[in-house]
């Protein structure tokens, strides 16, 4: 194993994909920051809107591991940590690098800009995945570069590129994934497949997401809610893609306050919204594909079931693949051209 | 994410999976060295029976970080490297911390005593996760201990007696494992389905193997040759399970020299044999679900394909999960008891 500028940027981008789904407005990002001797001081992500970006998650870690000052560990608002580290950092961050997925913001948004915060701790050098194209936030590297910072941009580029891509689609339009359940032998029928964990975190997608596409087979057989009861989180639209329009009304998804419930024979609801998220097996992913950015799967280690995805011949390239309690997270995107 | 000695011990375990199926006769091995300020100076694995051991192959990237002596990246005999280790380290080691996820062992086998190296470059704190239960290895850590050197034990226990199982296993009686490829929907049929690297890694096990063991449904419809020729490879003996003994002896795999071919229906031949992998699919899992230890799946990025493994209910732990190059790489084991 080699350990180097991309090592450090793998750590920073493996912490980052456990929150991607879940930090929409926002786009999901990683950070690490590494001490003058190479020694890793903070790898963190950004969580959620309105939370700390995940510069300031890391530096917050590494303020704690090189001063030992706990206070810190007490502070949750991204400006009280801002605070706290420009009040207190004693030149500390001198000598160290950091990396980040993203190119640091360089505006006072709902949270202070990493790019000032980033020049004023007097780090020198930092290296940078993506850039950030989003007119706002952008100018990051320039204001770093202006206060004797260092800047390496394109590392791991590609990797970084495939991260913020939901991002980056949902400024241009929509961002749309496709998240399925199965056993280790591919099915995706009879009963609760994924464990507790993964439920937990695909609520806590729900909950970000504005619509929820489910095909019409599913409301009438499993008769769900649909919300994000697990993470206390708010419930989406719903869009049942379904040519019979007759559903009972006491299934309990069209008795959730404040929601939507469109049933339509076509996708063209979509463009209402920007995160959108597709639940279902094998019809659904016909039906939609056509429609889908990235590709999110839970499999579980089971055997059993009977019905697996039918569809010939696509491929996908893995983009993560994590072990989370007892599931394995794979999100992919579908490749085109596959004939 | 907790930078501690379980972060370290984690980097070490996930570069000897990589290795999982290739060390017979020896164990599977991490080891991760660690400067005295927390810096990573190397992360490597036991690749190969005759090859250097884990700690070997890390004490030398960590001399090479620490000094820029590129003399020793040309030495590949352990005792080569060993030499040079103990004649030039000059004291830059006593500060480092180094992680195993195994005992070091204490005999000089095929390779020099690895106790020894570590107690004479001074490393004052070793991190151990399993003990070594082989008799002739054993002791490194009472040697170690008798050197001034901090000896901490069971780290990771858990994660590291899993990878030491197989070893194990050997010494008992034999280790079995069962390997099979599928798509992401689980299928298992229609040709070829993993990548050229997963294929090559396959011929490399069966290099280490001494049975191999298939269908003759398989033998028939494939007319394979279940050789290691990608890696330029032994071929192991072959165990062709089926109760119709009528074979076309024209199948390349009947014309392998030096190789054994018995075709029989039932295991009891496994007996004779230490390190035996099982390929197949639905019925192979059937017929053999009584005597394997570990279960290794490679999952392709794909669709396509009609049969899958069908047997309900069983259960599985994911041991470790890899990507690499294209596939996902899991190893795991069934849980008893489950109905």
Redesign the interface.
Known sequence: ?V?DNNFYMS?ALR?AWKYQGLTYPNPAVGCCVV??????????AHHKAGEPHAEVNALKSAYY?LTNDSYILALKESVDIHTHLLSNHNGIFKKTKLYTTLEPCSHYGKTPSCANLIAELGIEEVYIGSSDTNKIAANGTLKLSMNNCMVYSDVLKTECDALLLPFNKTLEDRFVFFKWA??????TDEGTISSQSSRRQVHAMRDVCDLLVIGGGTVREDRPTLDARLVNGKAPDILILSRNKDFDRAIPLFDVPDRKVYIEDNLERIQEYKNIMIEGGSAMYTLTRGVVDYYL?Y?A?????NE???????????LN???ES?D?I?W?KRIENNG
Chains 1, 2 share one sequence.
């Open positions: 194993m350990i750590l912490e001490g003058e001797h190479g020694e890793i001081l903070g790898v963190e591991k199965e056993r280790l032998n591919g099915t799967c499999i280690p089971s055997l059993g079931g697996s995805i039918k569809f010939s011949n696509d491929k996908f390239t893995f693949v994590d072990k007892e394995i794979v992919m």
